[in-house]
């Protein structure tokens, strides 16, 4: 066994478990604790102050540089109290990571602790060092961050974070969070004109997140002894454990008390920082979990998930684990994705994907429902683009994850609603009385039954009042996923608006148009609606037929962020210019090449340096004691054969190292990023990398345990 596998696995054997205590019993005593929160910010600043803040806050007015100061002013001094010495203006470059420069408070001239208003809202990192796609050269290097006053102010680590956009000298954005800004002011003012055909008083729709992220955990020793996991988050290699998820005992098992209190960790440090984290669990591979927030505002939702995934990374150190993003970290086992469950919130409180008893609402109900299967007929591609990844190609399709065929659930229910309204134009909602499941056990209260079933393999599923977008990554920024979706809900709103305005004006009936063109969108978007199984080849075939984009990798998905249509549906409604869309394009390819090359260049290093190795000592082993089975008479053609087995997966494996390396420099010289991604995808990745894992994971099966170099699943995924 080598020295690091086995190293490793003495520490682990060695660690201990220390309990975590929360600073009170009540969560309520110390959530968002840590925040600048609305009511602090009441009790710090003037009232007139306040009341500009608000206003910048819920309608998205400017704050003058005057209530800035008052604002830098009030936030210093509450850090300070709380002992910080630092801010930083906190960010998401397209890095797919945080981003955060930390300046200190103190002024060395003046001999005081200083925050100006120019500094909360603007500083000046730099946009040639970040991914701008060709927007900045490294001569061209001003970019700039500016606060964003809608997402809260927070301490993390003793310094204070201003949650802020990043955008360029000449004004593109760089980041995640600006995109996402524009588009859910886009749907705001497209569903607020709809839902103001249903309730006049409606002023403003808000979009709603909650994000369950899933993640793996292993033990920080074992995770640094695997340098594939070290440096690109999967295991190019690993032989499937005798047992791994077959037995469906982890899911929702009992948490094993090492992870159990680095949960109980992050959450709290995730309660003071105001995330409202409410769910944990085991999820279904071994060593993987899950946790869920309750819904926000979609914009502080996304901050919260890419601090909640910081801060669980740092939490997890304290107790000697690491964090797995990646959304295939273990072959054969279930991978990870980021559940979004989406929903839009109108001013008057109504959840326009709530079912109602009320008439009325039940037909602003079936409008937003329908305009959604609508917008994802439409935007498939778009849509599909939206979670493109190295990572995610490795998860979809899979048989535990959504395809990569966009289609949408809506369940047995609510499809013979639309089929009654298409058909007949009657609309008819059950949603009054409860519904009851009888188990025929007296001891058990009965269950009330929603109106739709669950279909996990959906990529797009609605499940009560709300559509649950399943096939986001769980490494993938949510910002993303939510711009692409929020732009074609507005886009789809603002077609639909215009059609019944126009239907209206002509003399028709306001009702009777709605029903009308709901018929209309219910018959054109009926081939994107799937109620079965979705992991099956049956569905593959069926979505074809139905016309369906299936596009199963990344460098061909992204095509769909650059036709023309995407194109003028971004600068319509001011979310991205064609330079922008051009630029992350570009970005993204280049991100996927990238960690493509990474991959290979583990693959080619691991199996030459350490695997080969191995198994060249182990067929030593076997060849003295062939030759000292020979010395005394004996049968050795059982030797022989391993022996042979053993030199075939090392022929194979040195002649596919050497051919994959030779393809690669053919592919680097290659010029246009889209040529050269689609070639580390085709030539690379699905010409190599199956088979030299393939006969890596026989070597494992052949080799003596002591022999053998690399920890295994079965020591990565069940020792904790």
Request: with cysteine.
């Amino acid at each position: 066994m080598s020295n690091q596998r086995q190293r490793a696995l003495n520490i682990v054997q060695q660690r201990t478990t220390d309990r975590v205590f929360a600073p009170s019993d009540k969560i309520s005593d110390f959530f968002a604790d840590e925040v600048f929160t609305m009511e602090k910010m009441k009790a710090t600043l003037a009232p007139d102050t306040f009341k500009k803040v608000e206003s910048a806050i819920k309608k998205g007015k400017k704050i003058d540089v005057e209530t800035a100061n008052e604002v830098a002013s009030a936030v210093k001094t509450w850090a300070i109290s709380k002992g910080t010495t630092h801010y930083t203006h906190w960010f998401q470059p397209l890095t797919g990571a945080t981003a955060e420069k930390h300046d200190s408070f103190f002024d060395a001239h003046k001999k005081v602790e200083v925050l100006k208003g120019s500094e909360l809202i603007q500083q000046e990192p730099d946009a040639s060092s970040f991914p701008n796609g060709g927007i900045r050269s490294t001569f061209e290097a001003r970019g700039y961050t500016a606060w964003d006053p809608s997402s809260p102010i927070f301490i993390w680590g003793r310094t204070l974070c201003i949650p802020t956009i990043f955008v360029s000298y000449t004004g593109e954005a760089l980041d995640y969070k600006a995109p996402l800004l524009k588009a859910v002011e886009a749907v705001d003012k497209a569903a607020t004109k709809v839902c103001q055909l249903f309730d006049r008083n409606v002023n403003r729709v808000s979009a709603s997140l909650g994000c369950e992220q899933e993640y793996f955990v292993v033990d920080r020793a074992l995770y640094n002894a695997r340098p594939d996991l070290v440096m690109a988050g999967r295991t190019v290699f690993g032989r499937h454990p005798a047992r791994g998820q077959q037995l469906d005992d982890h899911y929702f098992g009992a948490i094993p008390s090492r992870v159990y209190n680095f949960m109980k960790d992050f959450e709290i440090e995730c309660l003071k920082l105001g995330i409202p984290v409410s769910t944990r669990h085991n999820e279904v591979a071994p060593a993987q979990f899950e946790v869920a927030p309750i819904f926000e505002d979609i914009n502080v939702a996304t901050d919260h998930n890419s601090l909640m995934m910081d801060v669980m990374n740092r939490v997890a150190e304290r107790h000697d684990l690491a964090i797995l993003f990646h959304e295939k970290p273990f072959a054969g086992l279930n991978g990870s994705g980021k559940h979004n469950n989406w929903s839009l919130i109108a001013s008057n409180g109504v959840n326009v994907f709530q079912p109602s008893s009320s008439a009325r609402e039940n037909l602003q109900f079936l409008t937003f429902l329908v305009n959604t299967v609508m917008a994802i007929h439409k935007n498939a591609g778009l849509l599909r683009a939206s979670i493109a990844s190295a990572g995610n190609d490795h998860r979809l399709g899979a048989n535990e994850a959504p395809p990569a065929i966009m289609s949408v659930f809506l369940g047995s229910d609510l499809t013979a609603v639309l089929d009654e309204l298409e058909n007949n134009g009657n609309i008819k909602v059950d949603k009054g009385d409860n519904m009851y499941m009888k188990l025929g056990i007296d001891k058990i209260p009965q269950i009330i039954l929603d109106n739709t079933d669950r279909n996990r393999t959906s990529p797009f599923a609605f499940t009560g009042n709300k559509f649950e977008f399943r096939a986001v990554g769980s490494n993938q920024n949510v910002a993303e996923p939510m711009t692409v979706l929020n732009l074609i809900m507005a886009k789809q709103l603002k077609e639909f608006y215009k059609v019944v305005s126009d239907r209206i004006n002509k003399g028709e009936d306001k009702k009777i148009a709605i029903v009308n063109v709901l018929r209309e969108y219910i018959k054109a978007s009926k081939g994107v609606r799937f109620e079965g199984d979705g992991y099956s080849q049956e569905w593959a075939d069926e979505a074809e037929q139905r016309g369906l984009p299936n596009v199963k990798d990344t460098p061909r998905a992204l095509d769909a962020y650059i036709t023309d249509d995407a194109k003028s549906t971004f600068e319509e409604f001011g979310v991205m210019s064609a330079i922008e869309l051009e630029a992350r394009n570009e970005i993204q390819l280049e991100n996927y090449i990238l960690k493509i090359q990474i991959e290979a260049r583990l693959i080619s290093e691991i199996a030459m340096a350490q695997v080969v190795p191995a198994a060249v000592q182990y067929q030593n082993k076997l060849m003295q004691n062939a030759r000292g089975l020979a010395e005394f008479g004996l049968d050795n053609s059982h030797i022989k054969s391993i022996l042979e087995k053993v030199n075939a997966q090392i022929v194979t494996i040195q002649n596919n190292v050497q051919a994959m390396n030779d393809v690669r420099g053919e592919i680097n010289n290659l010029e246009h990023s889209r040529d050269k991604a689609i070639g580390y995808c085709d030539k690379i990745k699905g010409a190599y990398f199956d088979v030299i894992r393939d006969a890596v994971d026989r070597l494992e099966g052949i080799l003596d345990d002591e022999s053998w170099p690399l920890l295994k699943y079965r020591e990565m995924l069940f020792l904790r």
